[in-house]
């Protein structure tokens, strides 16, 4: 089955890696994530490598076939990337999302066909998950559920994102910083990493600090199975605000020069400079400033210093979040109404 150009599959992984100029002593690089899938509105996530991994493993496994719809609970990168793969591999696609989530990510699942069905925001953070399960037991073998938050093609996905940092690095890297929201990059990446690097995790300080990512204090009712935590040597919080504070000054930093680009990946220098700007600006969304702030912290704190380097996913472009990094927030019923809210 083939799609859209925009959605070829064969873009996602061997992503470009980026030097950043944190004013710290280590050596940082970023990970190009929204280079997956360059082409599309909004260009592609880090997400997109799971949405890879687990249709691949649905289709190998005869889960699915040419009249399914795939269905994915996602806070949206999730929804977009399992979206774009669907449509390319002629798949219908619905995506279950809270109806907070952000206009840029429900735009990207739009565009690539995708129905979103949306849930109460006040009621639990398993909730879409629930929603999900409903119909498909309401609809029963047209559905096929993925499942990002047990789906071992998620971190097996991820560990080929390990393995491209350790190749571009040429065996250097001695700290990748890692948001943890399925747990799956965390796992994926901590798998293949070198003896002695650091897998160092971090989640949000709030229960809505940083779109994407899971505050796990408290617990919400259903395990993550993708994660193993026992990988992570570190694991902190970061707020919300140090993450769009750190991606403005990403933005300022680069205003008038291009990060340095240490390695192309699958794709050559100029199409790599082309893409990495939003209407002329260094834009990274919230986890990517979530990872720079982190990094800046424990550097500050001598716990990285001129000897390391250190690795950080850029896992999508900051014009997803326009309400929350680069925008006054909006109200999202507003944004969106309430489409298939109840069916």
Partial sequence: MSGPA??????????PLVELDLGVAPT???KVEWLNFPDAPLGGTVKSRIAVSMLNRAER???LDGDATVIEPSSGNTGSAVARVAAARGYDAEIVARS??????VAAIRDAGATVRFVDP?????????RTRELCDRHGER????NQYVNPANPAAHERTGQEIVAQ???DVTAAVLGVGTGGTATGVARVLPDGARAVGFEPAAVHGIEGLR???GAHGEPTEAFERALLDDEYTVSGDDAHDWGRRLRDRYADEDPRIHRTGRHDEATVRDRLRVDGDFLVGESSGAAAALTARLAERGELDADDVVVILLADRGDRYPETMWRDAVDADEQFGDENSDD
Avoid at 6 to 15: E, N, R
């Fill in 61 to 63: 496994r005869g889960d």
């Fill in 122 to 130: 006040s009621l639990p953070y398993f909730a879409k998950i629930s």
């Fill in 169 to 171: 690095t040429d065996g």
């Fill in 215 to 217: 505050h796990r204090p």
């Fill in 28 to 30: 940082v690089y970023g």
């Fill in 100 to 105: 907070d989530v952000g206009a840029g990510k």
């Fill in 6 to 15: 925009q959605y070829d599959v064969s873009a996602v992984g061997d992503t």
């Fill in 143 to 146: 559905y096929y559920f993925p």
